[in-house]
């Protein structure tokens, strides 16, 4: 940094000498002047000091003429702008520093120091030199903005200009580690919002559009970044403009005002109007309720380190006047702030958001604007970091990004409650209770996070909707809450099994902990209510969209039919008869356990007349074997096999030894007693099975229409696939899911899973975007 000094330099500054003394006596002429040394040089103290490994680098300059050097104390602290250092008058010889006037009074006025020997800085040429300075700082600033474009950020439906991250920093023009915050402005339309970012930032040029017509300048959202200043410069649409989405184009400014670190709220009344403060007061109730919680979880899902909702913007109200005063004017002993605040508490509005509000007023007698004092205003709270931190433009980006995602979607206009500028219903689930008619309380777009819908209230019980849900009261009284839901059969039954156990005992309830806790017709009479034994009942919401109160699992019927259509393709893969070949099937699947399967008798096990497919195969109840009708026809009872004391089917040789007690031990009759139960039903069912059968020959339509669910969408309605959308045809059959009810092609549900939550413990046909969630179904 030192240097040789040429002989033309000496002699520039005769009244500055060395203020260090270190190499010199004290007399020789300053040179150099050293910032962090606080002092003047001259050049030999100048390179002996800087030799040192600690002072090496510290920043000098070498004195021009007519220098005056830099005040030591207040460092613009006395109600100077922040970074204005002013300029020292005097230097105390007793203190070695140099003290500008403001310092001298406060440091050296009274005490022993109004004593200290003193040195008068030469000023009569200081007030030329500053303004020089200040003259060429501002037009290297000015030069810094010369390129600055601003580019639209958000249109007018809410929808975001910029693709990605990166793009939004290569129109910004900063660098993706610059730190930076966020000014934005509003106001009502025509108070010249975009005319005062011009001046304030930009020295005039027309970097935001501006425009004499009766049309507004800014649709949607723009911005430009500031290099001198280092922030993002936003301007937004105007209030009170005739425009059409008012309701988005609001919400729209909110998410603005949630991004800003400092927002300015421009006006040109010559009087406040309320609208100001109901602005102000409904947007900071709107951001802690909706928007606070919804930035946290942003710092959380991009892995911020820097809050984004510790506080809400700070806030500057900048009011021009033509003929009335500034506010305050008339009451000097009170601040405009506390006048304000007077203000917002008479129309009821708690700014409890923002991290400060700040008043800025301006009188223009004759234009143009004077926008000094809201620089000054702007340039001070910039400097702010105690509740609002700068960060990097990407951060900002994803704010931005998360709070359009969140809250987006067409808002109706005949919903809206107009006496706020921001009702809840800008912000909140717009799905309504087809049961009551309450409103989700959840904020938009949840459903995109997993999180089902909420309401405040409880629901009423509607017979539309069917919205009661089962819980298990044993579990409840053990502090858990077990959903359980009536169906056709219990898990641990086959399908068949479940089936007749179903015609012959009606309905289950079954509990995943505590087992099947409930029949609806366990016993020939006295059969007790479910909700006054075994479960408690809870009316649950109907949100649109949901099949989760259809609660119909009655599915015995579909489940027969299920198991029709596998026989029927059996049947025509065997070409046997259809009659013959269901009943036997139907035979062999609830037959007792000594029963011999009809696939194994051939012939009659007394006559031995060998069977033909029209033949009619009977099973004896007291040996098990097949016979054919002559060699059967005789009944009595067989107690000792469970069928009671009624006559029953026997062959002849059974009937004969009906006096032989048959011996059955007692482990065969703990096995049997399970199917018995299932066969005594078959044999019920099997008299209305040839009608059943005859369903075959029936056009199917008409069969599945009546053992269709509650919750499947009927045949008729549905015309083309849920999924992948082809169109149903004659060769293209439909299947419904059975968790969702939908109607699919084959190929889009070929998985099989059980779905307890609608009856069905095996599995069964679902979906694909069924089977892809997680969890029993």
């Known amino acids: ?236 649409e105007g209030l009170l403009g005739a425009t059409v989405n008012l309701s988005q184009r609001t919400r729209l400014l909110l998410k603005v005002l949630a ?63 033509v003929h009335t005063q500034l506010l305050g004017s008339d009451r000097p002993s009170e601040v405009p702030e506390k006048l304000i605040q007077d203000r917002f508490r008479k129309l009821g509005r708690f700014p409890e958001a923002f991290s400060s509000i700040h008043y800025k007023g301006t009188r223009t007698y004759n234009p143009p604007t004077d926008f000094s004092g809201l620089r000054r205003a702007l340039e001070q709270l910039l400097e702010n970091n105690t509740t609002r931190s700068p960060r990097h433009p990407g951060v900002i980006f994803k704010a931005l990004k998360a709070l359009s995602d969140r809250f987006s979607g067409e808002i109706p206009d005949d919903q809206m409650a107009h006496s706020s500028f921001f009702p809840d219903e800008y912000f909140t689930c717009s799905s309504l209770c087809l049961s009551c008619g309450v409103g989700c309380k959840n904020s938009m777009n949840h459903g995109k996070e997993g999180v089902p819908h909420e309401a405040q209230s409880r629901c009423r019980y509607s017979h539309q909707y069917d919205n009661r849900v089962y819980t298990c009261k044993a579990c409840y009284e053990r502090g858990e809450e077990v959903s359980v839901v009536p169906k056709t059969s219990a898990s641990t039954d086959s399908p ?107 012939s009659c096990n007394k006559c031995a007349t060998s069977f033909k497919d029209n033949d009619t195969k009977h099973h004896c109840r007291a040996c098990g074997e097949g016979f054919c009708d002559s060699c059967s026809s005789k009944t009595r009872p067989v107690p000792e096999r469970g069928w009671g004391p009624a006559p029953v089917r026997v062959c002849d040789n059974c009937y004969e030894a009906r006096n032989v007690q048959l011996d059955v031990t007692e482990a065969q009759g703990d096995d049997e007693g399970g199917t018995l139960i299932a066969r005594k039903v078959g044999e019920a069912v099997q008299n209305t099975l040839g009608a059943v059968v005859t369903a075959i020959d029936i056009p199917l339509g008409l069969v599945k229409d009546a053992a269709r669910p509650a919750y499947w969408v009927p045949d008729h309605e549905i015309l083309h696939c849920h999924n992948c959308r082809k169109e149903f045809s004659i060769k293209l059959s439909k299947h419904h899911c059975r968790a969702c009810g939908q109607g699919f092609c084959d190929e889009c549900s070929h998985d099989r899973r059980a779905v307890p939550s609608r009856g069905w413990d095996h599995p069964v046909r679902v979906c694909f975007n069924c089977n892809k969630k997680p969890g029993d179904l």
């Open 496 to 602: 068949w099994m479940g089936l007749a156990k179903y015609a012959w005992s009606g309905y289950v309830i079954e509990c995943p902990n505590c087992g099947v806790v409930y029949r609806s017709r366990q016993y020939w009479f006295g059969n007790q209510d479910p909700v006054d034994t075994v479960v408690r009942t809870e009316i649950v919401h109907v949100w649109p969209g949901t099949d989760g109160f259809l609660k119909d699992n009655n599915n015995a019927a579909q489940r027969l039919l299920d198991g029709m259509n596998f026989m029927a393709q059996s049947v025509s893969e065997l070409s046997l008869g259809p009659t013959k070949a269901v009943t036997s099937w139907l035979t062999d699947q609830i037959a007792p356990a000594y029963w011999r399967p009809n696939s194994q008798i051939l």
């Open 1 to 236: 940094m030192s240097a040789q000094t040429s002989p033309a330099e000496k002699g520039l500054n005769p009244g500055l000498t060395c203020q260090e003394s270190y190499a010199c006596s004290g007399t020789d002429e300053a040179i150099f002047e050293c910032d962090e040394c606080c002092s003047l040089q001259c050049l030999r103290c100048e390179e002996e000091l800087h030799r040192q490994e600690r002072l090496r680098n510290h920043e000098r300059i070498r004195l021009k003429p007519g220098h005056v050097p830099y005040c030591d104390l207040c460092k613009g602290l006395n109600g100077h702008s922040p970074g204005v250092r002013q300029r020292a008058i005097v230097r105390c010889q007793t203190c070695k520093i140099n003290l500008c006037l403001e310092c001298q009074k406060r440091t050296h006025s009274g005490g022993n120091k109004r004593r200290h020997p003193v040195t008068v800085y030469n000023v009569s040429n200081l007030q030329e030199s500053l303004e020089a300075e200040a003259m060429d700082e501002e037009s290297k600033r000015q030069k810094m903005t010369e390129k600055v474009v601003s580019f639209l950020l958000v249109d007018e439906n809410e929808e975001i200009q910029v693709t990605n991250e990166e793009d939004f920093i290569r129109k910004l023009d900063c660098k993706p580690d610059q730190h930076l915050k966020v000014v934005s402005i509003f106001g009502n339309t025509g108070d010249g919002k975009s005319h005062t970012l011009n001046h304030t930032f930009f020295y005039g040029r027309e970097v935001f559009k501006t425009s004499p017509t009766q049309e507004s300048c800014t649709v949607g959202v723009w911005a430009a970044y500031d290099p001198v200043h280092k922030v993002a410069v936003i301007d937004t």
């Open 259 to 321: 991004i800003s670190d400092l927002v300015i709220y421009r006006t040109h009344a010559d009087r406040l109007h309320n609208d100001l403060f109901k602005f102000l007061g409904d947007a900071s109730e709107a951001y802690l309720k909706h928007f606070t919680k919804e930035l946290k979880a942003t710092t959380a899902r991009c892995g911020l380190d820097v809050p984004l909702s510790t506080l809400g913007p700070a806030v500057i109200i900048f009011h021009e006047t």
